[in-house]
């Protein structure tokens, strides 16, 4: 009686269960064979999912046991020598750009050189006329380049990571606005003047966008104004000196968290 009663238990289980599934299945589904709708593409899935489940449990936690061994101190003294060689070449060629940034109108050549040339005059003083002047144009690269980056050291300025093709995007927009300035008929030395300073902007928000970065280049552009004041005869070529040693102070900078960041 008891066993009746369980079976008919089961069936009705079984009834509900069958009537459920006839409700969600699609109306084509139902009228295929259960061993052709399970076709062995299906089987694969289901091993295969659950392999991939097993493995994900039983992976280990790669975060503490990652171990990447540190440079040796030769690695890290050679690549240290290795960026301020790079920086003493490209202060060197900052100032052979500047010699030949000129334009139609008020910019005439080596007018942008001006404020190199003190730092030269600068070197020589504090070193007795021992140093020659490429060597204090090295230098120069070298303190350009190692500014931003010991400025986010010291106070702890989180940046994004700086990799070779944006080095190269940003000497390659300097090299486009030198070739600009000195190619395109401005209408005054002035438009030329302010329409780099807007794209200085533009480039500052792309290649990096950080404060330090704004500040940093916005004060050494009006420290070379007021360093060469004497020199100027329009307040474009103010404008000029700006707009020069923005982006410059940039470039550096990119290529100086660019090097520095492999020492870390």
């Given at each position: 009686?008891?066993?009746?009663?369980?079976?008919?238990?089961?069936?009705?289980?079984?009834?509900?269960?069958?009537?459920?599934?006839?409700?969600?299945?699609?109306?084509?589904?139902?009228?295929?064979?259960?061993?052709?709708?399970?076709?062995?593409?299906?089987?694969?899935?289901?091993?295969?999912?659950?392999?991939?489940?097993?493995?994900?449990?039983?992976?280990?936690?790669?975060?503490?046991?990652?171990?990447?061994?540190?440079?040796?101190?030769?690695?890290?003294?050679?690549?240290?020598?290795?960026?301020?060689?790079?920086?003493?070449?490209?202060?060197?060629?900052?100032?052979?750009?500047?010699?030949?940034?000129?334009?139609?109108h008020?910019?005439?050549?080596?007018?942008?050189?001006?404020?190199?040339?003190?730092?030269?005059?600068?070197?020589?003083?504090?070193?007795?006329?021992?140093?020659?002047?490429?060597?204090?144009?090295?230098?120069?690269?070298?303190?350009?380049?190692?500014?931003?980056?010991?400025?986010?050291?010291?106070?702890?300025?989180?940046?994004?990571?700086?990799?070779?093709?944006?080095?190269?995007?940003?000497?390659?927009?300097?090299?486009?606005?030198?070739?600009?300035?000195?190619?395109?008929?401005?209408?005054?030395?002035?438009?030329?003047?302010?329409?780099?300073?807007?794209?200085?902007?533009?480039?500052?928000?792309?290649?990096?966008?950080?404060?330090?970065?704004?500040?940093?280049?916005?004060?050494?552009?009006?420290l070379?104004?007021?360093?060469?004041?004497?020199?100027?005869?329009?307040?474009?070529?103010?404008?000029?000196?700006?707009?020069?040693?923005?982006?410059?102070?940039?470039?550096?900078?990119?290529?100086?968290r660019?090097?520095?960041?492999?020492?870390?």
């Open positions: 009686m008891s066993g009746n009663r369980m079976a008919t238990g089961l069936n009705g289980k079984e009834k509900s269960n069958e009537s459920f599934s006839n409700l969600t299945r699609p109306q084509l589904f139902s009228l295929y064979d259960e061993d052709i709708t399970k076709s062995a593409d299906s089987e694969d899935y289901e091993r295969i999912r659950s392999r991939g489940s097993r493995a994900s449990v039983s992976r280990p936690n790669s975060t503490g046991s990652a171990y990447e061994p540190k440079p040796s101190k030769l690695g890290q003294m050679l690549r240290f020598l290795s960026s301020i060689l790079v920086l003493s070449l490209a202060g060197i060629g900052y100032n052979e750009l500047s010699k030949n940034l000129h334009d139609n008020k910019l005439h050549p080596e007018l942008a050189s001006r404020p190199l040339l003190l730092g030269v005059q600068l070197s020589k003083f504090f070193t007795g006329n021992m140093l020659p002047d490429w060597a204090a144009y090295a230098v120069e690269g070298i303190l350009f380049g190692s500014c931003i980056p010991l400025i986010d050291h010291i106070f702890s300025i989180e940046t994004r990571p700086t990799s070779w093709v944006s080095v190269l995007k940003t000497v390659n927009a300097m090299l486009g606005v030198t070739f600009g300035i000195r190619k395109v008929q401005w209408s005054s030395s002035l438009q030329a003047a302010i329409a780099w300073g807007l794209l200085n902007i533009i480039l500052w928000l792309l290649f990096d966008g950080t404060v330090s970065m704004f500040v940093s280049c916005s004060g050494l552009g009006l070379t104004c007021v360093a060469c004041y004497g020199d100027v005869t329009d307040k474009s070529q103010l404008l000029y000196f700006v707009d020069f040693y923005f982006l410059g102070l940039l470039l550096f900078s990119k290529l100086g660019y090097l520095f960041s492999n020492h870390k």
